[in-house]
């Protein structure tokens, strides 16, 4: 790893840490100030997490789309540009209370898997490796902020933010649905079979099912309010288990990417 | 009559009963990934007991992906999905911006359809072939035959592989009508047929000498291809292109299941076994391909096409208002 990509990485963390530090305080004494700094750090980590993805990319010739501990990279930058935009676009100080704690958590993990750039193997040299990983970052970075708002809704509820709850669920959904296609036309191509039912891909349909419930339920008005919001929270836990909890219980075909 | 009709159809669509069953779904399949499946049925017996592992075993759970239950869940979404879709349909025509949802919900059924239908109009077969190998497909019934020409691996300059091509010609009645070079994404299609790039692996030629008389021999490098010699003995033999600068070959013979003589053995030297010996005469590495011929795939690609254009025109005109939901309960 260059000297770029480890100080880049370590600034980033401790941008983090403390930009939660800062919200954390900020949520006790309702400080505008605080908040206000604890945004720019936030701001600060994205960009030093862009130098970072930069650097990595540089040292290793490719995008940094082949392993698990790059694609957190990318959720974390993904989920930290739709953050910095929705606390500026919708006057939400309050949001960065409850996504920084995602992102330190996240950032944590990923210093956990570090390691170095590898070359890639067989079957991932395809181009659909860029594009299947380009919607699951889209798709799970507003998953990740629509928890968010879900969390601060159940804490403190307003229609506005019930939503922006929704929009963002229904955007992630539509990534959602391209990133499973993206993967099947790929799974063909590569193993001969669009479909297989392998640990990886289930779980991806079951948080595709999870937010589909979420959808129909909301917009048919099964369900609203605080039990919408805990649909969401749980289809995140899902999320989260599937880019993660997969790799290490269950194995299957993608344990190529780890 | 019509009345029985209405019922059953305000049944498929109803949201509640469409929320369960997609629930039912979720469940199902996480079961489904936690449990190993299509293990042989003492494994289930042996891991959860008598009584569980008969219950899983009645449910089908082993296979569950295929038991009757989780299909008939599959096929009643797919009633619900085209009863809401052509609903759904009507509706655009009086407000267009529900079209997106009208195609993303078409798009589905296809996919749903093909899922079901794939298994059993899809034909495949394994072929190991080393170079100039001629594999008669068309007497399995595919159009035409494959001629393994070249196989080669690419390596990175730290030695893991980078890439395998297998260069190929088809050939249709005898006479040769295509060349290609198949690899890891990039499979061969032709005449509604694919064959993808799956594995590799040594052949190893040899001989068996017992006083003057020779037996030849193929077995393939590996523990887990043994060669049974006889109704008693076994061989298996494992490999190395490089193995403290030359070729060798680890291999052990088994009588009765035990192993009898174990040895590392040059390529083309002689070697000891009980009353006998044994020489490896030389290796040749194969090609591991796989040849499929899925007639459904045009329909689950339509499937896949109508679905994402769909989400993709939701996406880029929003059509929903929603009502503030200030109620906390939900309620309808």
């Given at each position: ?47 030093a997490?862009s ?15 082949a ?18 935009y ?68 159940l ?31 790929w ?19 079951i ?9 129909h ?42 | ?43 289930y ?6 009584f ?32 809401c ?9 009086r ?82 009508v295509?060349e ?27 001989r068996?000498?017992?006083g ?33 600068g ?9 009588f ?76 309808d």
């Amino acid at each position: 790893m260059s000297p770029w990509e480890t100080q880049s990485f370590t600034l980033a963390f401790i941008a983090f840490i403390l930009s939660l530090a800062f919200y954390a305080v900020y949520y006790w004494v309702k400080r505008e100030n605080l908040a206000r700094l604890a945004y720019y750090l936030l701001a600060l980590g994205i960009l030093a997490l862009s130098v970072n993805i930069l650097a990595r990319s540089i040292t290793s010739g490719r995008w940094p789309f082949a392993n698990t501990y790059e694609f957190l990279l990318l959720l974390l930058w993904g989920a930290g540009i739709a953050a910095l935009y929705a606390v500026k676009r919708y006057h939400l100080p309050d949001l960065g209370v409850y996504l920084s704690p995602v992102l330190v958590a996240l950032m944590a993990y990923a210093f956990y898997l570090r390691r170095a750039a590898a070359p890639l193997v067989p079957a991932l040299q395809s181009y659909w490796l860029q594009l299947h990983v380009a919607t699951a970052i889209v798709a799970y970075g507003a998953f990740t902020l629509a928890f968010a708002l879900a969390v601060m809704y159940l804490r403190r509820p307003h229609p506005n933010l019930e939503r922006l709850t929704y929009y963002t669920i229904a955007f992630g959904f539509a990534f959602q649905t391209l990133l499973l296609i993206t993967g099947a036309v790929w799974a063909e191509e590569v193993w001969g079979a669009w479909w297989s039912w392998d640990p990886k891909e289930t779980w991806a349909l079951i948080t595709w099912v999870v937010y589909a419930l979420y959808l129909h339920g909301f917009t048919r008005g099964y369900w609203r309010g605080r039990k919408a919001a805990w649909v969401a929270v749980i289809g995140f836990l899902v999320m989260l288990f599937t880019l993660f909890g997969v790799n290490y219980l269950l194995g299957g075909l993608h344990s190529e990417y780890r | 009559m019509k009345e029985i009709l209405k019922r059953l159809k305000d049944h498929f669509t109803s949201l509640p009963h469409v929320l369960l069953v997609l629930g039912l779904i979720a469940v199902a399949s996480a079961l489904g990934t936690i449990i190993p499946q299509e293990r042989p049925a003492w494994f289930y017996l042996e891991r959860y007991g008598e009584f569980w592992g008969n219950f899983l075993l009645r449910l089908g759970i082993n296979n569950l992906f295929k038991s009757w239950w989780y299909v008939l869940a599959e096929v009643w979404l797919l009633v619900s999905l085209a009863l809401c879709t052509y609903d759904r349909a009507r509706l655009a025509w009086r407000r267009p911006s529900w079209w997106g949802l009208a195609l993303t919900h078409a798009g589905l059924i296809l996919i749903l359809v093909s899922l079901l239908v794939t298994p059993y109009v899809t034909r495949k077969t394994s072929v190991e072939a080393v170079p100039g190998q001629m594999v008669s497909l068309s007497s399995q019934h595919f159009p035409f035959d494959l001629k393994v020409e070249d196989f080669r691996i690419e390596h990175y300059p730290d030695g893991t592989p980078k890439q395998y091509y297998t260069k190929v010609s088809v050939w249709e009645k005898g006479e040769k009508v295509r060349e290609a070079t198949i690899s890891v994404n990039h499979p061969l299609s032709f005449q509604g047929v694919k064959v993808y790039q799956m594995d590799y692996g040594w052949l190893l030629k040899g001989r068996i000498i017992v006083g003057d008389r020779t037996t030849p021999f193929t077995v393939e490098s590996g523990p887990e291809h043994p060669l049974a010699l006889g109704p008693f003995h076994q061989l298996v033999a494992e490999y190395y292109p490089n193995l403290q600068g030359r070729p060798q070959v680890f291999y052990a013979f088994y009588f009765q299941g035990n192993p009898v003589k174990m040895g590392l053995l040059p390529l083309g030297k002689e070697g000891e076994l009980p009353g006998a010996k044994i020489v490896f005469d030389r290796a040749e590495q194969y090609t591991g391909l796989e040849v499929k011929k899925n007639p459904a795939l045009p329909f689950t690609f339509a499937g896949f096409i109508l679905a994402s254009l769909g989400v993709v025109a939701h996406l880029l005109r929003h059509p929903r208002r929603i009502k503030p939901g200030t109620n906390e309960e939900g309620g309808d």
